[in-house]
């Protein structure tokens, strides 16, 4: 059974950067894909950004692009977001999530999940 653990949330300030991981275990881990999404309460998971497993594709949505970057070590089965200049608006409980289908930006599209991490960003 794949189990993902999300690591690196805590509190930051303004401007600050934190860097997430993702680790990952479980037999003959090989998704097709890895990505990171957000939740605030009473919104809908949001889609940040994803990675593919094997050959490296990247893909980003929204607040995302240009701040965040994802990137992934396969030897430590591992994943992470970098975050760049945060901001009061990035305050969010973070997910990395591992599946199989191209539609990399639906969340229902993912069949495993990491249990989230907090983000907290001050003014």
């Known amino acids: 059974q794949v189990q993902l653990v999300e690591s690196g949330g805590g509190l930051a300030q303004a401007g600050e950067s934190l860097r997430l991981s993702c680790a990952a275990s479980?037999?003959?881990?090989?998704?097709?894909?890895m990505g990171w999404f957000r939740q605030v309460p009473g919104k809908a998971r949001e889609f940040l950004a994803a990675?593919?497993?094997?050959?490296?594709?990247?893909y980003y949505l929204g607040p995302a692009k240009g701040r965040f970057t994802i990137a992934k070590d396969n030897a430590k089965n591992t994943m992470y977001l970098q975050m760049n200049n945060l901001r009061p608006e990035d305050t969010a409980v973070y997910y990395c999530a591992a599946g199989d289908s191209s539609l990399v930006t639906r969340p229902g599209e993912y069949d495993h999940w990491g249990q989230g991490t907090q983000v907290t960003v001050s003014s």
């Open positions: 479980g037999p003959t881990f090989s998704p097709y894909v």
């Open positions: 990675i593919t497993w094997i050959r490296g594709n990247t």
